[in-house]
């Protein structure tokens, strides 16, 4: 079983930044990937951003390339999103989730265990 527990949302400004952590647990994660999902109010859960744990590629939503940045610190078993230059469109709670195959990590079908999420909210 694995534990995903998100950290680090709040409410900011448009323009401003935020850090998104999430502190996973219950098994090693060699062969994973962990990823950031989003989802608004009245809207489908969407992708956000994912990272292979060996290795470290990277994928990104076209809506927020350039301005977030997801990383992990292996040896902790922690994974960041680095959000940037934040709108008012990037408000949702925010989600961690972990893959155990590497399948379609740009769909929530591709991941097997899910955080609890943290709110994210840009205002104008």
């Known amino acids: 079983q694995v534990q995903l527990v998100e950290s680090g949302g709040g409410l900011v400004q448009a323009g401003g930044s935020l850090r998104l952590s999430c502190a996973a647990s219950?098994?090693?994660?060699?062969?994973?990937?962990m990823g950031w999902f989003r989802q608004a109010p009245g809207k489908e859960r969407e992708f956000v951003a994912a990272?292979?744990?060996?290795?470290?590629?990277?994928y990104y939503a076209d809506s927020v390339k350039g301005r977030f940045t997801i990383s992990r610190d292996n040896a902790k078993n922690m994974l960041y999103l680095q959000m940037n230059s934040l709108k008012p469109e990037d408000t949702a709670v925010y989600y961690c989730?972990?893959?155990?195959?590497?399948?379609?990590?740009?769909?929530?079908?591709?991941?097997?265990?899910w955080g609890q999420g943290t709110q994210v909210t840009v205002s104008s």
């Open positions: 989730a972990a893959a155990a195959r590497i399948v379609d990590l740009t769909t929530p079908r591709g991941y097997d265990y």
């Open positions: 990272i292979r744990w060996i290795g470290g590629s990277t």
């Open positions: 219950g098994r090693t994660f060699s062969g994973y990937a």
